[in-house]
C-alpha cells in the first residue's frame, strides 16, 4: 500500500457512548443494556459469534436504526437524530460491500463529493485516486464490481468510505468470505489505516484473528450481552474460560450433535 501524502480525514474525530442500550424485534430481545464507552480515535472492536448481536449493535451506532431503550451518542449527539448524520460524517463499510454495479470503481468513489458538491470535478479526481492509491487500486479504476473479486470489493468499499474524509468509520464483518491471505490484507489495511489517520473505528467481526491484530480494545458481545471489554493482551491473557473457549474453540466429539452427523453421513 502507498503511504498517503496527507491523511484522507480532516477534523474533529469523534467518542461514541452507549448506554443502556435495548434492542427488541417484536417480543425477541437482541440486545440488552449495552453499555460503551469507545474514545476519540480509538480502534474498538466488537467481537462474537454469530447471531450474538454484533451487526445490530452497529446499526444503531449508525442511526439506521431506532433503539428500544437506552441510546447513542457521537460527541453527545443522539446517533439515532438524522440532524446527527448531517453534522458528522460518518463512513459505513458493509459486509457486503454495496457497491453499485451499474458504476465504474471510480465513479462508484466519486459519487458522494459529487452528490454534496465538495469540489470541482478535478478536485474530486484528486480525491479519488488518493484513496485508491492507499488501497493500491489504481488499475482497478475503470472496472466494474462484477470485475471485481471478493477482497478487491471489500478494499473499495474502503476507498470509498475514505474519500468522505470520515470522522468515524464503521466496519461490518470486513474479513467474512475472504480467504486467510485477503483477510490478513484487509487486516493490515485497517491497521495502516489507523497509523495514518486519527479517525474513531469501530469494527464489527468474528474474526478473532483480525480482532487481536488491530484493536486497542475489544468488547466480546454473547447472545446480546457484552460479557468482557479489554486490551487485546487482557483476551489473550484471560483465564475466564467464556473468553478462552472463544479464541480458541474446544470441539466435543462425544457432543450428541456430532453423533448424529456422522450417523447422517454413513447413511
Do not use: C, W
Not at 197 to 208: K, L, Q
Not at 226 to 248: C, E, R, W, Y
Amino acid at each position: 500500500m502507498s503511504t498517503p501524502s496527507h491523511s484522507p480525514v480532516t477534523g474533529k474525530t469523534f467518542g461514541v457512548t452507549v448506554t443502556h442500550l435495548t434492542k427488541r424485534y417484536g417480543r425477541n430481545t437482541v440486545l440488552h443494556d449495552i453499555n460503551l464507552d469507545i474514545k476519540p480515535g480509538e480502534t474498538f472492536v466488537i467481537m462474537g459469534p454469530s447471531g450474538s448481536g454484533k451487526s445490530v449493535l452497529l446499526k444503531q451506532i449508525a442511526g439506521l436504526e431506532q433503539p428500544t431503550g437506552g441510546e447513542v451518542r457521537i460527541d453527545r449527539l443522539d446517533a439515532a437524530d438524522p440532524r446527527t448524520r448531517a453534522k458528522i460524517r460518518l463512513a459505513l463499510v458493509f459486509q457486503a460491500g454495496a457497491l453499485f454495479n451499474s458504476l465504474s470503481v471510480y465513479d462508484n468513489l466519486a459519487l458522494y463529493p459529487r452528490e454534496h458538491r465538495l469540489a470541482d470535478e478535478a478536485g474530486i479526481r484528486e480525491r479519488v485516486m488518493h484513496a485508491l492509491s492507499i488501497l493500491s487500486l489504481e488499475k482497478a479504476v475503470k472496472k466494474f464490481p462484477s470485475e471485481l473479486s471478493g477482497g478487491m470489493k471489500k478494499r473499495v468499499a474502503i476507498a470509498r468510505a475514505l474519500v468522505m474524509e470520515p470522522q468515524l468509520f464503521l466496519y461490518d464483518e470486513p474479513t467474512s468470505e475472504l480467504d486467510p491471505v485477503m483477510s490478513a490484507t484487509i487486516s493490515e489495511i485497517i491497521g495502516t489505516l489507523r497509523e495514518q489517520t486519527a479517525v474513531t473505528s469501530i469494527v464489527v467481526t468474528h474474526d478473532r484473528l483480525l480482532a487481536l491484530s488491530i484493536a486497542d480494545r475489544i468488547a466480546l458481545i454473547m447472545d446480546g450481552r457484552i460479557v468482557s471489554i479489554g486490551t487485546p493482551a487482557d483476551f489473550k491473557n484471560s483465564a475466564d474460560p467464556v473468553i478462552a473457549n472463544f479464541l480458541n474453540p474446544v470441539i466435543d466429539l462425544k457432543n450428541p450433535r456430532f453423533k448424529q452427523l456422522e450417523n447422517n453421513h454413513e447413511q
